[in-house]
C-alpha cells in the first residue's frame, strides 16, 4: 500500500515538479493562464500526499512492530488494514484544509514560477500546538522557582531558586 500511495503521489504532483524546472515553463505557462485552478488543486494534492506518506510510513512502523511482538496482531492488520487507510486519507486531507496554501504566481520578465508571499503567518493549528507546548514547558521549568523535597521529609526541602512558593516532590 505504501508503494502505491508513493506511485500516486509521483504522478498526480507533475504540475509543481514542472513549475520550478527551467523547461518547465513553457509547459506549464498555458495552463497558469487558462486553467488556474488546476494548480491550486495539484498543490493541494501535493500537500495531502506529503501527510498521507508520513503517517503510512508511521503505520508500516507500527504494523511490523506489533506484528513481530504479538501474536494475534494478524488479525488485527487483515481486519482493519483498509479502515487504518482510510482514516489516514481522511485526516490528511483535513489537516491540509487547515495550512493556507500560497499562490503561485509568474514573472513574466523573469519567465519563472514564485510562491506569493503569504500576508500572515499561517499553519497547522496541530504542529503550532507541538511546538508551542514544549516550549512553553521548559520555559515555564526554566523561570519558575520551585522547591524540591526529597523522600519526602520536611528537613530535606532545598529551594532552587529564590522563592519557595512551590513544592515538588521528586
Request: aromatic share 16%; proline share 4%; glycine share 2%.
Amino acid at each position: 500500500m505504501d508503494l502505491v500511495l508513493n506511485l500516486f503521489c509521483w504522478i498526480n504532483n507533475w504540475p509543481n515538479r514542472m513549475l520550478f524546472r527551467e523547461d518547465g515553463v513553457e509547459y506549464i505557462l498555458p495552463i497558469y493562464e487558462n486553467f488556474n485552478v488546476a494548480l491550486h488543486i495539484s498543490y493541494y494534492i501535493m500537500n495531502v500526499f506529503l501527510h498521507i506518506q508520513s503517517f503510512s510510513s508511521i503505520t508500516v512502523c507500527i504494523h511490523r512492530l506489533s506484528t513481530a511482538t504479538f501474536e494475534n496482531s494478524n488479525m488485527f492488520w487483515s481486519k482493519y488494514f483498509l479502515l487504518v487507510y482510510l482514516i489516514i486519507l481522511v485526516y490528511s486531507s483535513l489537516a491540509t484544509q487547515l495550512i493556507n496554501l500560497n499562490k503561485i504566481e509568474f514573472d513574466y520578465q523573469l519567465r519563472a514560477f514564485y510562491p506569493a508571499p503569504l500576508t500572515d503567518v499561517t499553519f497547522s493549528m496541530a504542529y503550532i500546538l507541538l511546538i508551542f507546548d514544549g516550549n512553553v514547558r521548559s520555559a515555564i521549568r526554566d523561570k519558575i522557582p520551585f522547591t524540591i523535597m526529597r523522600e519526602t521529609r520536611v528537613p530535606d526541602v532545598r529551594s532552587t531558586h529564590y522563592n519557595s512558593s512551590r513544592v515538588g516532590v521528586v
